[in-house]
């Protein structure tokens, strides 16, 4: 392993300044390079950009890297100048989109549920933390959450914030059948409230196949878990065409296998609308509408819907930005009537992902998540890659010096070597400087003694 090895040599071929990336990392007080956070990655980047006049190949942070949905901004417009601005929204949202949801949900996951329980979030951020606190103060002694990893870092920043307990295991041993045992190991422990995922899933982009989300569903109901499903990427599995409303094949959800759900769906990826801050929380209607007393003791709400409404939404931010919500709502009315087809737009991110794997491919690197099951992994919003010799974190720190930032995957749970790739903010006019760094990098590193 190359252990050390960053502080021991100069990289002499490197087009970025070590002396003034090293400077900037003690500023900003960042005591593990390889171990930083998305934002301290972030932070860090945009200083030495500004002090050099140079520009990162950024991978580290999930931006849409394409021009928001045009029916969202007029939509927005228009709100506006009606006079939203000036009024409180709902706090469970307003009735054009928590009616379009509901279609929305029904045409592209064949699932029903009531309009009623379509809640906007400022953000799916925001969804999944209120979510989290209900949960684990539903049933008390059920105070844990369960991540399927890999998956989105600051979920677990989340539960660091509330102070709450959860458990992680890498699932990319426990596909299909195995799934079921190792979900049971958690579960039969009896403290789990919820179990957590991503589908397609970031940064790996495996996606669960029917059975695996049967197998979630049904152990989840056995052992009255909730299922909390993040959809972040709806749709985003290139491999189908899920873009016809009402047609299959369909985005999978586990809402087929068990009514102790809550999905979450983000305006910010799929309409390139992040900088909005609306996504949507789908619960159960039976989730919905359940009782908990020791629910009813901690936050004085009736059943779980309300107290995720009128109580914790009500607190965190007293409902989500008015005019963004009649955004979503046109978005998802031209998507239910096939004018909007937003799975169209966003196949750039699978053209450009297939382009970038090959360039790492040609430079010495290799796919860490390569299959999913059966298939080749898609090509989709990330990818994830290693290098020979290098911990992740260690290539996370010695690609600063190369312009390439991205995140290690141990941030994310897994238990693999390498870093996040993400190919949103990547301009295609990059690629060939893309290319020019990886191969100064490989030609540096790959006549290195490994240690």
């Not at 998540?369 to 996370?396: C, E, R, W």
Request: aromatic residues 12%; glycine residues 8%; neutral net charge.
């Amino acid at each position: 392993m190359l252990t050390g090895l960053k502080k021991n040599i100069s990289m002499s071929n490197s087009p970025f300044s070590r002396e003034i990336i090293d400077k900037k990392i003690k500023e900003l007080r960042i005591a593990n390079t390889g171990k930083a956070s998305i934002r301290e990655i972030v932070a860090l980047v945009n200083q030495v950009e500004k002090v050099t006049g140079l520009k990162y190949i950024r991978m580290e942070m999930g931006v849409p890297g394409l021009p928001p949905s045009h029916i969202g901004t007029n939509a927005e417009i228009e709100a506006l100048k009606n006079g939203v601005a000036a009024v409180y929204p709902m706090v469970d949202g307003i009735t054009p989109l928590k009616e379009e949801a509901a279609r929305f949900v029904k045409n592209f996951l064949d699932t029903d549920v009531s309009p009623n329980v379509c809640i906007p979030t400022v953000g799916s951020m925001q969804g999944t933390y209120a979510a989290f606190m209900a949960a684990a103060n539903a049933v008390s002694g059920k105070d844990t959450t369960l991540f399927i990893d890999p998956g989105f870092p600051v979920q677990k920043q989340q539960m660091m914030v509330l102070g709450h307990k959860y458990e992680t295991f890498d699932v990319f041993n426990y596909r299909g059948e195995k799934l079921r045992g190792k979900l049971e190991e958690y579960f039969s422990t009896g403290n789990i409230c919820s179990v957590v995922y991503s589908n397609p899933n970031n940064p790996s982009w495996i996606c669960f196949t029917e059975d695996e989300l049967k197998i979630i569903g049904e152990t989840a109901l056995r052992y009255d878990v909730i299922v909390m499903e993040d959809l972040a990427y709806f749709c985003m599995d290139f491999r189908e065409d899920l873009s016809k409303p009402g047609e299959p094949p369909f985005q999978p959800t586990v809402a087929k296998y068990t009514d102790n759900y809550i999905l979450f769906i983000s305006s910010s990826k799929i309409f390139s609308y992040a900088g909005q801050r609306i996504g949507l929380m789908i619960i159960s209607d039976s989730l919905f509408m359940r009782d908990y007393p020791d629910l009813q003791k901690r936050f004085g709400g009736t059943d779980f819907g309300s107290t995720i409404t009128l109580r914790l939404l009500y607190a965190l931010s007293s409902g989500t930005c008015h005019s963004a919500q009649y955004a979503m709502a046109a978005m998802m009315k031209e998507a239910n009537e096939g004018r909007f087809n937003f799975v169209e737009q966003v196949k750039e991110y699978g053209e450009k992902a297939k382009i970038m794997k090959r360039l790492f491919l040609e430079n010495g690197f290799d796919i860490v998540y390569k299959n999913d099951l059966d298939k080749a992994v898609a090509d989709g919003f990330y990818f994830t890659v290693s290098y020979p010799g290098m911990t992740g974190n260690q290539l996370v720190e010695n690609l600063l010096y190369y312009g390439i930032s991205a995140i290690a995957l141990d941030n994310t749970g897994s238990c693999e070597e390498g870093i996040r790739a993400c190919v949103s903010f990547v301009k295609r006019e990059q690629f060939a400087g893309l290319e020019k760094r990886l191969k100064l990098f490989n030609e540096y590193f790959s006549s290195r003694e490994l240690n």
